[in-house]
Every structure is written in C-alpha cells, then in structure tokens.
C-alpha cells in the first residue's frame, strides 16, 4: 500500500506527441475486457481516459493482477505509450494506448450504484447520495474546474483594480434584508441567536465608512428558503463596493470585468459599452427588467388605438388606468394551433391575466378571438402597430400594467423557446438601470424600497421623494444576461439627511429606524464616503455560462428537497446538552409527533 | 452631492516625481489648520497622507469652504504637486504638498470617538465599538491589504500546481472533530440542527473519492470555544488534499508553497528542503511539538547521571517511570535572581510541575538549590551533561515525561523572550514529523487518536497496532514557524481493512462507528485513491508574519469576549413567529432570569 507510483501525466492529457515515452498514470479503472491473452483497461482521472493494454510481454504476476481489475479499482500504471491502431474516434486520447509494464492497486471496489458515465440517466436523489461518485463523472469534474476558473479571474481582475478581499464575519445580527434568516443560538448568551448573513451589505458598507475604499469578496451567503433549480440556500456571490463612484464608474470597471471574465473563461468577445435599458423602457419593450434581447417580438402599446372601442375587456381595464399591449410573433400564425394558444394563456394565469386576445393575418382575411368587437378597419389599425403581415400571429393583453407586462414578457421568452430562438452561443448582456425607488403596495397604501433603504434616488428626482415618490427613480442598476439577472445594485445613500427624508417617506417610526439601522446611521456621523457596488451570484454565472439548467450541477455538494441526502449533509437531534448550554428546548409538540 | 471629482492618484502614492502635475485625490481630513492667509490639511486615504495648502489665490468660497472643514470630513480635492518647503520626514510624502484649487464636502463629520492614529492608547472595547474608525488607521489598512496578499499568493500557487478551488458545505450534519460545534436549527425539519463546519475533512476526503485528484479552499469554519488573542471562533483556514501522494510528496509542495510565500509577501528568502524533526526528538531537545529553533537552552536528560542520587525528589521521579531533565541558560546566572527564579517556578505549576532545580555554575564555586543533596562531583557530572561553564544558569525539573517537557519547554522559550533574544526576523520555519498515533489517556486506561481516527500509522509500525499501539507512528506532519505551528496534515487511511484495525484499537463499537464515520467508510468501498492533505489557519499566519501580537488586528470584524460588540454582530432575541418555525423554544429557567 505505501508504494505510490508517482505520476508523471494526467491521462487526458496524453497524445500522439507521447508516442514511445515512458509514462506513470494513476487512476479509476473504467472497464476492463480480457480478450485471451490481451487486456484492456480504460483508465480514467479527472482530465479523461486513455485505454491500457496488458499483454503477455509482462510478468505472469502483473499480468494476473491486471485480470483481478474490476470497474473502479483504484491503480497505479507504469507503461509506454505507442499508437493505437483502430483508432476511436470518440475519444480525445484515441490515437494512442499505454502498454503497462507495472501495475498497483491501491485499491478494490465493489461495484458502484451508480455509472461512471455523462449521461447515466439514475434519478437525482441518487445522484445526490453518491455524490463522489456522480462527480467522477468527466462533466462533473469539468464544471467543478469551470466554477474554479471564473472564481480565478474574477479575483485576478479586482486584485489588479485595487479592490482589497475583504473576509466579512458570518455570525452576525439579523439582518434587514427581508428573506429568512438561519438562526444560531448563542452558548454565551443563551436564549439569543446569531445570524447567518444574507448578504455582506452592512458590512461591505462599513468597511466603506472605514476607508477601506474598494472591496470585494466571493462571499458566502445564506437564505432560509425552499429550494428551487436556480436557488439554494447557501450560495456565493461576487461582493464589491467602491467609494467615491457614482453609477457610471461602477458600471465602467464591470465591464471591464466581464469583458476580461468573457474573454478568458468563454472565448467570447463582448462589445463595450453595453447597452443601458432604462427600467421604464425595458418594462415598455420587453415587458420584463431583466430583458432577453436576443430576439425581436417587442411589446407595442395600443392603449391610443383601441380607446373608446366597444370592446368591454379592452375598456375596462384602460378606464382602471390599467393597458392594452401586445406582441407579434412573425410568421407564427401557422406554428400555433388553437390549442397551442389556450395553454398560452392558461399559463398567463399565473401572472393574474384574465384573458389572452390572439389575431392571425391571413393572406386572405384576419381571424380573431375578438374580430366582432372590431371592425376590419379597426382591425387593421391594431394590427399596423405591430407591422403585421400575413402569416402573424399578435397576441394581446389588456389589464393592469403590472399583469399585462409580466403576462408578455413571460410570452416573448416562452414563445421565442417554444421556437428554438434561445440561441445558446449568443451573449446579450445588457443593463437596466433607473429603476423605480419605491414600489408601492395596493392595499397597504404604502411605498417600500424597490431594493433596500439604502439606495439613493437619482438627484434631480429627489424633489419629488414627497409629492410624487412613486416617480422617483433609483440609482440603482442590475446586470442582465440573455433574460437572467446575473447580478445588481446600487449607489447608496452617504447624507444623513437624505437617508432620513427616505425613512419619512416609508413612513418608518424612529424606533423601527433606530433598532434596524442605528448602527450604520451611527457610523455614517464620522465622515462617510460617497459609495455603491454591486453583487454577482456566483453559482447562477456558472449555471448560466456553462449551459446547465439547474444549479446543483455546479455546487460539489448541493442540498436536497427531498430527505435522500448525503449524511454529512443532513441536519440531526442535538443532545441534552447542547440544548442545555444554548438555553432552549426542542417544542414538545414536535418532539411527540 | 452627486459631483464627484474623478481621481487621479491615490495620496500615498505622491512623490517629488508628481511635482507640477495636476492632480485630483479624494479623502479623509485628517486635520486643518488655519494660519491666516493660509489653511494646511493633512488628507488620507487608505495609502497615507498628503499636505493639502488653500491659499488666496483660489476663489474665496472655495477658501472659506477650506475654513469650515474639521477632522474626518470626507473631501475630493483638485490641485497641483509642489515641492514643499519645510520637509517632513515622518512622512512619506513628506517632500511635497498639494496646493488645492478646487474642494468639493462630500461629508461633513461629527468628532469622533477614538482619534485616528495607529499609537492611539483607547480600550480594545471602544476600537471594536467604533470598528469602522479603528479600520481608518493606516496599520490596521495596511493589516487587510498583507492578509489580502497573502491570500492572493496562496491562491496562486495552488493554482498553478493543478489544485482545484471547491467550495464545500457550510449547513452540515454535526463532524466529529471534537471541539463544540455551532448548531443550526432546521426549519424543514424543525427539532434537528445543521452544524456549522469545524473544517472541511469529510468533504475535502470525499472530494478524493471523487477523483477531484487536488482540492484547495480558504475555508471559513467553525468553534463554539471561548475567545483568546490567537483564536476567534470563526476563523479561516487554508484547506488542501491530494491523491496518489505519501509524506514527502506533500512536504515537497509545501515547501515549495512557503517559499514563494515567504519571497513575494515578506521578501524573504528561505532555504528548502526545511529541516524535519521527529516528534520524539523535538520532544526531548526542544520539550515542545513546536520547537522555537532561534536559540539554543535545548533539553539534556540527567536520568542516568542522577539514578541512585540520594535526592528523593529525582528518585521518586525516576522510579515512576518519569525523567529528570534539564536546560542550560548560557551566562544566564547573572540575569535571574532568587525572585526571578521563584517566578519561574511559580509559572511552571501551570503545568503540574512540583518545583524548580536550579544550579548556578560561579567561577569559584557553584550554588544550587540542591547542592546539599549533591557531592561537588556529582555536580560537576550534572553541570557536565550541560557543558556547564561559569557564568551559566541550569535549570532541572524531575516529574512525569509529559510535566518534564511541558514545563522545560515553556521555560525554555520564556526566558529566550525576557533575554530578548527572539528576533522577529528571523523565520525559522521546520516540521514535525512522525507523531505518535495514539494518545494514551492514563486514568481511563485507553488510546484515543491524537490528530483524527483517519491519520494512517506509518506502515513499518502497523505491526505494533495490536501489541503496542503507544508506539505506532502516525504519518503526521506539523509546519511550525518560531515555535507556533502555523499548520498540520497528514496521510489518510485509505485502506479499509486498516481502518477497521484503528477502531478496533480505539475501542469502538461498531455502532458508533457507524453513527459517526459511517458515511465515509461507505463511500470508500468503491474505489479510494491514497491521499492526504494539510490546513494552515490563515488568520494565525497573517498574524505572525505581520508581527502582530492579537488576532484580532487581522480580522477586519473580529468579535468581543465583553457585552461591547458591534451592534451588527451582537446576537439577539429571536420572534415568537421563528421560534415557532424552527420548532424550539427559549427555556424559562434562563428566560425569566
């Protein structure tokens, strides 16, 4: 067991510039056939595979251990490598083999639950169990080196911005970011509880205050919420923040880091300056403020065109101050069935949407679900705004503004997948900014920030944070990918003043003001520095960049929904005595269930 | 407010070479002082200081604005370099001053509460209170910017040596490891608790069995132990692990690691291969697994020299199986008087020692608090053993090994202190090999292991396992740096059938077993490379190689053994609603208190 061979190449790193070398290769035994006097072994590490050859050239004693081998042996191999002479094409080091002259288990295997192979189609929950064996797998391993370098260069390029890593702690006080906290009791002071950050924000804010002057940090952050493909509970992100910046500085050297992060991790040229979308104008085009560009099917408004019509729908919901707004989608009057178009807009459901108006321009005539409330002047009106043609399918939502641009927006996307349009090799990053600063609640009659208190209105609105605080727009900017927000944020508030005139406008009391925030308003007395920044998610940009739909592909070790779960991973009973050090007990109607 | 001016330079980066250059800083008032027609600030920024000089040749409102600035207001200042007339040397732009021509208050500031300057004598409690203005200090800026780097090179190079970054889990199943864990109450399974890691051993092993073939993190974990100047309870560690490597493959990169660390962060050359001592010969020169190697007083045992002395005290020592030893403190007799000496022994009670020999060696005649139990021959042989020579201080203490070396190691590097020999500039870097495997606890009459039950015994010992398990050697390693062990590993069992040895060695059933260690022993059935792997704690390396004396000057947050704590890391009473969620409940006997 002591004798390690020691390696001398990796073994998908070997080619037919190896031929006739002397090579050392450790490894997992893929498979093994014994073809009389001939055996062959694919071996496998995590740069690939390379097939091995045991022939009767050998000793009887190798020879005989190399026949013992079974899948997922463990091995040292010494052998040279020669041309292969039916090549396989289906892999990269194909050309060649390795002739072994020495061969030693470290060590026997029984045969695993689960294949060793990309597309061992085995359910997630056993995925996940065996999750060191699911991340043999060659795209496991890929994607792991893939989040690895995207993490190198990110830190390579705010390193050589004069951003200084800055650890943050991890037991803190509950945070006012709004999401779940998970909770630690305190042994010092038993009966309280620590939190897990949900975000570095007060801190990197600190550090700010501290003249720490441009900081980041690929930051663990935690949120007590139920799992979904794109979100786990604990996740990471690209934490930075800049003093003396307003929005166009930060949006500046971000993208200068994606044009270095795209370059060096994609291969991918990315034209800077991106486009800017303001809010209200992604929201008008796209009927979404993370916009998917890459292809058309824009919003239209025909709030002019169809006001004072005898259509109730349409009446109704602009007499609410609420819209009629469509898309066209080109050509699609033939790809959509009537079917195809009442799941459309039962899925629009979801949104709040009541109904969903559809028109197809024929060569001929136009049909529609709403041709005898129009007449085909009137028709043909509604179908100009969108530059109809035959052989268009336009669909039509009329309700409040919110219902109608998520219902589209949702359409676009859906529509344009639905039609093979996503193209994956394509890479339109984008940002929207401006965004409003408050979001106002119906039914409570109160406004709440969009994103936290702390975000500063753009100035020449501020005269408006009393009359018309609905229209106050926000210094605030979120980066977009193909439709997914890759990250976001802001340019606080640095005046103490204009922080108060925010609290006001929330109407929150001092006391509240005080418990949540004192600390930062506290520590803002002594000289702050105009700052803002921003965060990744860091897990999404690999999701994202390495094509994978879920994010449990590019975590070494997610957590699982269901209760199969890896054992290290699972929570478990605390005893008497930890529950009597932390001074709390377990609920007896829980424990009795 | 939104007019930042953009900056050009940073203030501590000026020198006589920017003389005449138009230049644009933003910053901190250190101070102002209006001598007339003339007003000088000092300005900071996290690089240093400059002198600002407002003269009347600028507009008068800008002068005035000049006037009205005080310590900590936050500024952006446009002017040009001059050489200056009156020279400060204390500083380093000590050559030079700004004569300003433009001044924009970005934030005026209330006098602060301790003074920012590095020798500012305020109470640790108050520093960590006002943490964002104890940051402002230019040590402690300097401090994040060297932990900074020393990250940025370790990341580097284990970078470049094939070493893949993967992040492991923070909400984990309860580890092993021994000191308390932090728990974290479960909502989806209310009544259960997550732990928080106390280091990444099981998944950085599991990421071996997964063919991740070398895996590094800068791990943050986690030890619900109380606070000390070199522990904090949550701290960072540098975590690595390898496949198909033994001892020296690990030492080699490692040394190869610590020398470009040691070049590029401190500009220090140090000499490889490091010197290696066995455990069991640290212990007998050095009386310590840590030996402090930039002086000498090393350990001489006198159990041969004083067997059969008619001093009770040795005798009894000897007969229990324990050891008389001693140090010599050259030319030392002169420097400790009695009281000195009266400390000494007072401080080595700590470690259970009974009382402290002493022999001073004159040039006439040697004294000693024994001298009446010894014939001056039998001193010469004693004093001999030490090379003796006049002038020269001898030290002895007669007790149990483990007493004899705790306390002969204390004294040893406690009076090197107080000589002052211990020269920071001196980097004497060395491992310790070898360790026992076992710990054998004397009352409870049983080994337990002394890093973790996973640590492999070197193979030639193996044998020993069941006859004399005390002897076995571990394939353990310690990196210790002047006499502080900056980090450990070791060679992991990968063997199965061994690892069922080592429990059945350590007693344990197989029940617990399987509750504690089940989880890996499985996954290691199929198929585990030979691997094994190292942490340093990065916050205890930061600290000496910065020369600092408390962690806490490393740590931007650290935390507060006393109530006074930043109010953001403070824990605090969790709701009714998420006590309800989390199925827990505060107990009334500490509640009601």
Redesign the interface.
């Given at each position: 067991?002591?004798n390690?061979?020691?390696?001398t190449h990796m073994c998908g790193t070997l080619n037919a510039n190896n031929i006739g070398e002397k090579v050392v290769l450790?490894?997992?035994i893929q498979k093994r056939r014994n073809l009389g006097g001939l055996i062959f072994c694919d071996l496998?590490?995590?740069t690939g595979i390379i097939q091995i050859v045991f022939n009767d050239n050998i000793p009887k004693e190798v020879f005989d251990k190399a026949d013992s081998l079974r899948s997922?042996?463990?091995v040292?191999i010494a052998g040279v490598v020669a041309e292969r002479e039916s090549k396989n094409k289906d892999l990269a080091t194909g050309d060649i083999e390795v002739f072994a002259e020495d061969l030693v288990i470290?060590?026997?295997?029984?045969t695993?639950p689960i294949y060793i192979k990309d597309d061992d189609e085995v359910s997630d929950n056993l995925r996940l169990k065996y999750?060191?064996?699911?991340?043999?797998k060659g795209k496991m391993?890929r994607n792991?080196?893939f989040r690895?370098k995207i993490?190198?260069v990110t830190?390579e390029f705010f390193?050589s911005e004069g951003f200084?890593?800055?650890?943050?702690?991890?037991?803190?006080?509950?945070t006012p970011e709004g999401a779940?906290?998970?909770?630690?009791?305190?042994?010092v002071?038993?009966?309280?509880?620590?939190a897990?950050p949900q975000s570095p924000q007060?801190?990197k804010q600190?550090?700010m205050?501290?003249?720490?002057?441009r900081y980041y940090q690929l930051a663990?952050c935690?949120r007590?919420e139920d799992l979904r493909a794109d979100r786990q509970?604990?996740f990471?992100q690209i934490d930075l923040e800049m003093?003396?910046?307003?929005v166009d500085?930060v949006i500046e050297i971000q993208e200068k880091y994606l044009k270095k992060l795209f370059r060096e991790v994609m291969n991918v040229e990315i034209t800077t300056p991106l486009p800017r979308y303001p809010y209200a104008e992604a929201m008008e085009r796209f009927g979404s403020d993370k916009p998917d560009t890459r292809f058309g099917f824009e919003l239209k408004s025909l709030n002019d065109v169809v006001k004072n019509s005898d259509f109730q729908v349409f009446d109704n919901a602009l007499a609410a101050g609420g819209d009629v707004r469509g898309i066209n989608i080109d050509g699609g009057a033939e790809k959509f069935s009537r079917k195809d178009i009442d799941k459309l807009q039962e899925a629009i459901k979801h949104f709040g949407a009541k109904g969903l108006v559809w028109i197809k321009i024929g060569e001929a005539e136009t049909t529609s679900s709403v041709s005898k409330f129009f007449t085909p002047e009137k028709m043909k009106e509604i179908t100009d705004v969108f530059n109809g043609k035959p052989g268009d399918l336009i669909f039509i939502v009329a309700d409040k503004a919110k219902i109608v641009f998520d219902s589209l927006g949702f359409l676009r996307r859906d529509i344009a997948g639905k039609l093979g349009m996503l193209d994956d090799s394509q890479y339109n990053l984008l940002w929207v900014v401006d965004f409003p600063l408050f979001e106002y609640d119906d039914e409570a009659g109160t406004y709440s920030p969009m994103h936290h208190p702390f975000t500063s209105p753009r100035?020449e609105d501020v005269h408006m944070l009393d009359s018309d605080p609905g229209k106050v727009r926000a210094k605030a900017y979120d980066i977009v990918l193909n439709g997914v927000e890759l990250g976001g944020g802001s340019i606080r508030i640095?005046?103490r003043n204009?922080q108060r005139k925010m609290f006001e406008v929330l109407k929150m009391s001092d006391e509240v003001v005080n418990s949540k925030f004192?600390?930062?308003l506290e520590?803002?007395?002594?000289?702050?520095?105009?700052h803002g920044g921003l965060a990744y998610g860091l897990d999404r940009l690999v999701m994202l960049l390495s094509w994978e739909h879920s994010i449990r592909e590019v975590?070494?070790?997610p957590?699982n929904q269901s209760a199969v779960c890896?054992?290290?991973?699972?929570?478990?009973?605390?005893s008497e005595e930890?529950l009597e050090e932390?001074?709390?007990?377990?609920?007896k109607?829980?424990?009795d269930q």
């Open positions: 067991m002591d390690i061979l020691k390696r450790n490894g997992w496998r590490d995590k997922e042996y463990v040292g470290y060590s026997e295997a029984e695993p999750r060191y064996l699911d991340l043999r391993q792991l080196s690895h993490s190198k830190r390193d200084t890593e800055v650890e943050t702690p991890m037991l803190i006080k509950p779940r906290d998970y909770l630690v009791p305190s042994r002071n038993p009966g309280q509880f620590y897990l007060m801190f600190l550090l205050v501290s003249g720490t002057d663990k935690f007590d509970p604990e990471t003093s003396f910046v307003d500085d100035l640095h005046d204009l004192g600390f930062l520590a803002f007395k002594y000289g702050t520095p105009p975590i070494a070790f957590k890896m054992v290290s991973e699972a929570p478990s009973v605390a930890q932390l001074g709390i007990q377990i609920k109607s829980i424990t």
